[in-house]
């Protein structure tokens, strides 16, 4: 039985290098960071004081009565699926639309964090009584597919994935899975993330996981600091925001007339089963990942001149995944030009596969891919065609990999298919 063809029709995002789908493809491009430094009070006392703060704040997109019963998780989600919902020209017709083949799949990684913590705060100073009575529907981790689910009508499955950082593209997979099963014709897919508090700061500083680099002396550029695959790469940047994507059966996005930017070919799930914050060394759950996706496109490594790495400018982390993916693409990896956008955008957590994957996609509907910035000395471990500048891509039908690794040992891998 052949497969349903799955499309995307609509994108959307707001993050740190820009408040919607131009500025942010803009920045990409011309290699334009948008990690600054924390000008906030309570971050002098912190050890990390840089993070990619979004572009643009949600609150001036969205009503303001409706922002203020919404985490700044939710605020991310919301804007951003505005945008894609107009940019897929479903918005258009929505009066027309069955809701009960709209489907969600809307993914983050912690969820409402500064809700939570901003009101045991409330607890802890006013006592109970002050608490809000929104704290729950807002800092559910649910609470952005929900409001999504709300803004279009969506009746069918209305999923949140958790899986940390793999947590947007894991939706991106699930979304693909409704459409296929029959189960929807539309599914909005994604992942947010609003986690820059002092707490987590702390946390992830703690653990090694963030840069030292990110202390923010005075003086030094935090434009700099994230830099995969560099060899003074020392840990991760945290930055904040969401991506959206439209995905929609190819029969129904035809009969509607919609421009489609990418097919969604296919996607793998694995576990490592290794560590609850280290990747395997040797990548093997990511190769695992890479090839499921391969095989549920029904394309061969050949077919693949593109690849949004995970790559979060972690020592260890970079390398496992210059590992996965010769492991998995072999020679024919010499022939793909690989990128990782975080060394501008900084670590969106669950919203960074999903900000991803709209990357991978428009190098596949521009035929250019985004250059990876700050890379001045290639860690001679890894042997892969890094693009530090924009580089074109071959035409003809191409294919393309994001790849997103999490906590816990989660690897999920999505294909997408030039148009």
Known sequence: MSKTRVVVTGLGTSNPVGGDVPSTWDGLINGRSGVRR????????????????????PTEVLERVKAR??????????????????DSGLAEV????????????????????ITLLDNY????????RRVSPLAVPMLMPNAPAANLSLYVGARAAVNTPVSACASGNEAISLALDQIRLGRADIVLAGGTEA????????AFANMMALSKTASGEEGGDPTTVSRPWDTARDG??????????VLESEEHALARGARIYADVLGAGITADAHDIAQPDPA????????????????????????????????????????????????????????????????????????????????????????????????DPQVEL???????????????????????GGANVAVAFGSR
Do not use: Y
């Not at 991760?236 to 994507?245: H, I, N, Q, R």
């Not at 010499?334 to 428009?362: N, P, Y």
């Open 236 to 245: 991760f940047v945290l930055g904040e925001g969401a991506g959206v994507l």
């Open 38 to 57: 924390l000008d906030e009070e309570w971050a002098e006392s912190l050890p990390v004081k840089i993070a990619g703060r979004a572009a643009v704040e």
């Open 385 to 407: 065609d890094i693009a530090t500048s924009a580089r074109e891509l071959p035409s003809g039908d191409i294919a393309a990999l994001n790849n997103s690794f999490g906590f």
């Open 195 to 202: 986690a820059i508090h002092p707490l987590n700061i702390a």
């Open 94 to 113: 929505q009066d027309d639309l069955d809701g009960e083949r709209i489907g969600v799949a809307m993914a983050s990684g912690i969820g409402g964090v």
């Open 121 to 128: 705060d409330t607890l802890k100073e006013k006592g109970p």
């Open 283 to 378: 990548g093997r759950g990511g190769s695992r990942a890479i090839k499921r996706a391969l095989l549920e496109s029904d394309i061969g490594p050949e077919s693949i001149f593109h690849v949004n790495a995970h790559a979060t400018s972690t020592p260890q982390g970079d390398i496992a995944e210059g590992l996965m993916l010769h492991a998995t693409l072999g020679a024919h990896v010499d022939q793909v030009v690989v990128t990782s956008t975080k060394s501008m955008t900084g670590h969106l957590l669950g919203g960074a596969g999903a900000l991803e994957a709209i990357a991978t996609v428009l190098a596949l509907h521009h035929r250019l891919a985004p250059p990876t910035i700050n890379l001045d000395n290639l």
């Open 69 to 86: 019963r919404m985490d700044r998780t939710t605020q991310f989600a919301m804007v951003s699926a505005m945008q894609a919902w107009a």
